[in-house]
């Protein structure tokens, strides 16, 4: 149940079932450390905690945080959706409990001085949460898609509509539904093409175009496989109008393959871009790449 | 499992927020083993409660009237307005008996991930209140939390082109602490808050 997690700096390793200098064990470990996403928190308690965590190495993990919402709280303030902690916690029969914590990315603050940021942003957490179902089932690429994204977020070197769309139509990609945006998603014939339908994964061509199927603008299309391979050069200077299609269509894709709607989709404010459009050069379909450490997406 | 009343008793107590199954059938003991006049006084006590609180008509805060007691005040300040998500933050703030305004109670902050948007919270009401030009600050008190803060960024937004000065509540070291045991986001906040003492 436990494989893989890293002990915790200073865990006795006689009573955590580790040998000393063996490092790594299959064994039950009453501590552990790992980086993590805050998703979400729950109130619990006079002044506790549950927060769902988004892990590198143990997936999502939900944990209590004592006495957190105590205005002495230690570690508190690092414990708000948004931040990317360095946390060790404590193996609990149901929920761990949060030992320590440490700041690795504080984003919570530059999102929250923005009302778009924040709903955005709130709308990827939600997103992250639903996505990685399972908890304690490794989800590495979503952990660094998230922190990836939610730096760019924080940094705003994009518009946040933007990053939110490229995150979603990213985070579905590794989830196992990448939709292609050039060549049919149903027989892979070569692009481009100018209907899109949502069930079928993206563009299809005239022959496999099922009825119900809509039909995008050719500027909606090259904005949506910009933001699915992350060609930033191309989405910065889209059209609003195209934006705005493009959002409603990331939506569906959404609503589809979650079977359920973010309720956070609703609440985003989308900024209208400052720079008027020019003509959008053709954009190839490409598998997106994932974010390495520390690298915004 | 109990039979009949008690088991009904322990259910209800165990739907109370913090009541788990296990305190809910200590209380539920105890109340069985208290003296009658004790149980009639809890029962009192609940059923006056229902029958006479409201929330105000103004503020949004508890009330025994159409008006709670910080509304119908003559000596309070018309002129500044403390914003603050629940009724029992208005009974944090009176503790400090630093604030002589009034008061308007949001109902909650905004959580997109809890549904909780704009509309659903006292937001009209508050512009309602600031729309006669009497108010000349808004104070915003909601809690020092990423919920809280861009409920106060939002409502900064919204008031602040209207003309009436916009505050927020400090964010800093709490008084009696070391600062070595102090996180880098609050000491942070301390120092871009800081005031200056002398000169």
Request: negative net charge; proline residues 6%.
């Amino acid at each position: 149940m436990f494989e893989g997690r890293r002990p915790a700096v200073g865990v006795d390793s006689r009573r955590s079932g580790h040998d000393v200098g063996e490092g790594w064990d299959n064994g039950p470990v009453p501590l552990y450390r790992d980086d993590a996403i805050v998703l979400r928190t729950h109130k619990l308690g006079e002044a506790d905690r549950i927060v769902t965590f988004l892990t590198r190495e143990n997936g999502k993990v939900r944990a209590v945080g004592k006495g957190v919402r105590r205005t002495s709280s230690r570690f508190g303030a690092r414990l708000e959706p948004f931040m990317v902690v360095d946390v060790q916690l404590h193996v609990g029969r149901n929920l761990d409990t949060v030992t320590q914590v440490e700041t690795v990315g504080p984003y919570a603050r530059a999102i929250c001085e923005d009302y778009g940021l924040y709903t955005a942003g709130a709308a990827m957490l939600e997103a992250a949460d639903r996505l990685v179902e399972a908890e304690r089932e490794p989800a590495v690429q979503q952990y660094w898609l998230l922190a990836g994204a939610l730096r760019a977020l924080s940094e705003r070197h994009h518009d946040s509509g933007l990053v939110l769309d490229s995150y979603l139509l990213r985070a579905f990609s590794v989830a196992g539904w990448a939709p292609s945006f050039t060549d049919c998603a149903r027989c892979g014939e070569p692009g481009p093409h100018r209907a899109l339908n949502v069930a079928q994964g993206g563009a299809v061509c005239p022959r496999c175009r099922p009825p119900g199927s809509t039909a995008p603008a050719a500027e909606t299309f090259v904005l949506l496989a910009a933001l699915l391979a992350g060609e930033w050069d191309v989405a910065d200077v889209s059209d609003a109008r195209h934006r705005k299609e493009a959002s409603g269509l990331v939506a569906a894709y959404s609503q589809y393959y979650l079977e359920r709607t973010l309720r956070s989709l609703r609440m985003v404010e989308r900024d209208t871009p400052a720079v008027p459009a020019p003509a959008i050069p053709a954009v190839p379909h490409k598998i997106p790449a994932i974010p390495r450490e520390g690298e915004a997406i | 499992m109990y039979e009949g009343a008690v088991q009904d008793l322990i259910d209800e107590l165990g739907r109370l927020p913090g009541v788990g199954p296990k305190s809910a059938q200590r209380i539920a003991f105890h109340l069985l083993a208290a003296e009658g006049h004790e149980v009639k006084r809890l029962v009192d006590a609940l059923t006056e409660v229902k029958l006479r609180v409201r929330f105000c008509e103004l503020c949004g805060n508890v009330a025994e009237a159409e008006r709670c007691r910080v509304c119908l005040d003559p000596r309070r300040s018309d002129e500044v307005i403390c914003v603050v998500e629940e009724p029992k933050d208005v009974v944090a703030v009176e503790r400090t008996r630093e604030f002589r305004g009034r008061y308007h109670v949001l109902g909650g902050a905004i959580n997109p991930m809890e549904n909780i948007g704009p509309d659903d919270l006292r937001i009209k009401e508050l512009l309602t209140r600031l729309a006669d030009g009497a108010v000349k600050e808004v104070i915003l008190a909601m809690d020092p939390n990423v919920e809280g803060e861009a409920t106060a960024t939002y409502l900064a937004r919204l008031i602040g082109p209207i003309g009436i000065t916009v505050s927020r509540l400090a964010s800093g070291l709490p008084v009696g602490g070391d600062l070595e045991y102090a996180d880098e986001v609050t000491l942070g906040r301390a120092f871009e808050g800081r005031r200056v003492v002398g000169g």
